[in-house]
């Protein structure tokens, strides 16, 4: 028996406009519409999540996918910012990016992101991958509630 799906809000903080473009056809799986918000740099990130705090939490996103290749501020920053700020620290964080690095998936670890997944140069393979670590965060996991 598999979990049922629901619908997500998903942040998604990516600069490329292919990748952006791939990744919500992969996250549009079955009949859930999951609500994707992007946005392209670090900064514009932060101010995402600012206006989603407080009187705002319903908006607070359930997922946030982000790549560490960002202009403004990098997705290192953006991640420490997320996981030191009491009410977003419960998000889980899915790094989401073409590195490979092992000094990259360290320190993202390190960071406490909840996982660390290289984008695949292969577009079946990119979109493969993307509809599995939805239907894992989106459908398996139990996500923390908002608020």
């Known amino acids: ?42 900064e514009a990130a932060l101010a995402f999540l600012n206006r989603t705090r407080g009187f705002e939490t319903a908006a607070r996103p359930d997922l946030i ?32 990016t073409s590195s490979q690095a092992d000094r990259d998936i360290l320190k993202s670890y390190n960071l406490h992101a909840n996982c660390f997944i290289s984008k695949p140069v292969d577009v079946d393979e990119f979109l493969n991958t993307v509809r599995s670590m939805g239907e894992f965060w989106l459908s398996i996991v139990k996500l923390p509630p908002g608020g």
Do not use: C, W, Y
């Open 1 to 42: 028996m598999s979990a049922q799906i629901r619908p997500a809000e998903i942040l998604l903080i990516e600069d490329n406009p292919g990748d952006v473009e791939l990744i919500r056809e992969a996250l549009q799986f079955g009949r859930v519409l999951n609500r994707i918000s992007v946005v392209t740099d670090g």
């Open 65 to 96: 996918l982000l790549d560490l290749n960002l202009p403004r501020k990098d997705g290192f920053e953006v991640l420490k910012e997320v996981k030191e700020h009491r009410d977003l620290s419960s998000v889980p964080v899915v790094i989401l």
